[in-house]
């Protein structure tokens, strides 16, 4: 048995509820989870390409632009409060288990990624090789020093409005380029040894590595303002 095979898992659910049918949404012309779908098949990277739904529709979508469905996902790990770990402990598992096929290491796409490019997918690879890392994961840096952050104190019955106090009013004084740099995860994917993933079951360690990318190649899309940046900012980079 071939236990050096390398897996793309794109987890896909169909009861997204801020953005209707997000997954399949009409993005710059093609549905977005197409977007991963065909970034991970032209990479080269991978010997499968899965998705992982609960749904029959974004399934039959999937399989249209190359992507393979051999299960769909359990009842358990398609409601608000599975996280990405229990999907892809669920898919490693299923593969040993119906297929008895074994993936030494797999990468999680998320369905809503169109600014992910191939060079920065296959730079988390080769961290991940080069450093023998727990998972590598693309982050990108806050565009405003967090360490001077407000908070606003509403006023009552007035939820826009409110007065202002620093987090932090040590920093008032400081100029932002002296004031260390934050990052968050970008959200795009993350690369990881299935072995470790499926005893430890989770994805950020102390043996984690991440990537920089600039905001331009970076955008969560939970509303439909964000949807807007991601197109513009296609656009820009296509």
Not at 24 to 34: C, E, L, N, V
């Amino acid at each position: 048995m071939n236990t050096n095979k390398t897996l793309a898992i794109i987890p896909a659910r169909g009861g997204s509820k801020r953005i209707p049918n997000k997954n399949i949404k009409d993005f710059s012309g093609k549905p977005i989870i197409a977007y991963s779908i065909e970034l991970a098949l032209n990479s080269g990277l991978f010997d499968e390409i899965m998705i992982s739904t609960d749904s029959k529709q974004i399934a039959q979508i999937a399989k249209n632009y190359g992507a393979k469905v051999p299960f769909l996902r359990s009842k358990q790990n398609s409601d608000d409060f599975a996280g990405t770990v229990d999907v892809l402990v669920e898919v490693l598992e299923n593969y040993k288990n119906k297929t008895g096929q074994i993936f030494k290491v797999g990468c999680c796409i998320y369905p809503t990624s169109p600014l992910l490019t191939i060079k920065n997918l296959k730079k988390g690879l080769d961290l991940l090789l080069e450093y023998n890392l727990f998972t590598t994961f693309p982050v990108t840096e806050f565009s405003y020093p967090v360490l001077r952050s407000l908070k606003v104190k509403e006023f009552k019955n007035k939820p826009d409005i409110g007065k202002v106090e620093m987090y932090w009013p040590e920093y008032y004084d400081s100029r932002s380029q002296d004031l260390p740099s934050f990052y968050h995860d970008a959200g795009q994917f993350y690369w990881f040894n299935s072995e470790n993933l499926l005893k430890e079951k989770q994805l950020f360690t102390d043996n984690s590595g991440a990537i920089k990318l600039s905001e331009l190649e970076v955008q969560d899309i939970d509303s439909l303002d964000d949807w807007k940046l991601a197109e513009l900012k296609y656009k820009m980079i296509k």
